[in-house]
């Protein structure tokens, strides 16, 4: 067998492993909402799908781009915003629409949102 088939045929059985294990990431993550638990971490997350934390952070980087810490809080983020702008949550306070997204705390979100701004900064000035 010649080299390049070699490594099509690798690439296709590392690609047709991590399919299955990406589907359950996908279900537990965005189906059922994991990152707005409170405890949400690689480490809770990784004995949730069977996993080591190294797997779930590859995961998280290869196919959304970010390390798994950073898309539980950017889904917060993203959560928090829908909340906020939903007409029901009229009479609840920021804080509280805060905590029902995860977030530990206001501080654990400012500190997200300035992270987010500088990190937009910096993409903005390459």
Same mark, same amino acid.
């Given at each position: 067998?010649?080299?390049? &088939?070699?490594?099509?045929?690798?690439?296709? +059985?590392? *690609?047709?492993?991590?399919?299955? $294990? #990406?589907?359950?990431?996908?279900?537990?993550?965005?189906?059922? +909402?994991?990152?707005?638990?409170?405890?949400?971490s690689i +480490?809770?997350?990784?004995?949730?799908?069977?996993?080591?934390?190294? #797997? !779930?952070?590859? $995961?998280?980087?290869?196919?959304?781009?970010?390390?798994? %810490?950073?898309? !539980?809080?950017?889904? *917060?983020?993203?959560?928090?915003?829908?909340?906020?702008?939903?007409?029901? &949550?009229?009479?609840?306070? $920021?804080?509280?629409?805060?905590?029902?997204?995860?977030?530990?705390?206001?501080?654990?979100?400012?500190?997200? !949102?300035?992270?987010? *701004? *500088?990190i937009n %900064?910096? %993409?903005?000035?390459?």
């Open positions: 067998m010649s080299l390049f &088939n070699f490594i099509l045929v690798f690439i296709g +059985k590392h *690609r047709s492993n991590g399919a299955p $294990i #990406k589907n359950v990431f996908d279900h537990y993550f965005f189906d059922l +909402k994991y990152y707005l638990q409170k405890d949400a +480490k809770y997350f990784s004995h949730l799908l069977k996993v080591s934390a190294k #797997k !779930v952070d590859e $995961i998280s980087s290869v196919y959304y781009t970010l390390p798994f %810490q950073l898309l !539980v809080n950017e889904h *917060r983020y993203k959560h928090f915003v829908e909340e906020i702008e939903n007409p029901i &949550n009229a009479n609840l306070s $920021i804080e509280s629409i805060i905590n029902l997204c995860g977030f530990d705390s206001n501080d654990s979100f400012v500190d997200y !949102v300035k992270e987010k *701004r *500088r %900064q910096l %993409q903005i000035i390459r």
